[in-house]
């Protein structure tokens, strides 16, 4: 573990067992905000079909594919979460929102490729990304996320 911690360069309160289960909690708490806003907002920009989508065009693999793929993403994203967490400002949960608003906001920057090449939103199965309705369904959803991360990383440190 302190080779781990000196390779990526993380305090001393870093433990990436407890980043992942807090990462695989927060990817849950996203896919809750997810199910809650798609008929809330009538905006169908599901995210097991965006990442399934770019790996399969088989419809019936996208939640299986899509949910993996988010569930490593989110417990991939909290292992830097615990490396930084120490240095961003407020009580958990708010650093936990802190940290992926930030991170929502740097690779939102790739949005429109996705809305370019992506094989899904290419054949009309997803929405294009980049407008305003499915912006905020991704702030929503990151902001359940962080505040889940935030929560249960800071929680497990403190027992």
Known sequence: MDVLRKVIG??????????????AAGAGAYLAEMAIDLPLLDCPTDDLLLLGGLVTRDPRIWPILGGAMHFANGVALAQVYATVQDRLPGPPWARGILFTLIENT?????VPLFDRYHPAIREGKLPKMNRPVPFLQQVLRHIA???????VYGRGRES
């Open 10 to 23: 993380a305090g001393k309160g870093y433990d990436a067992r407890l980043a992942a289960i807090a990462g």
């Open 106 to 110: 740097v690779f939102w920057g790739i």
């Open 145 to 151: 996320y962080g505040a889940v991360l935030g929560v």
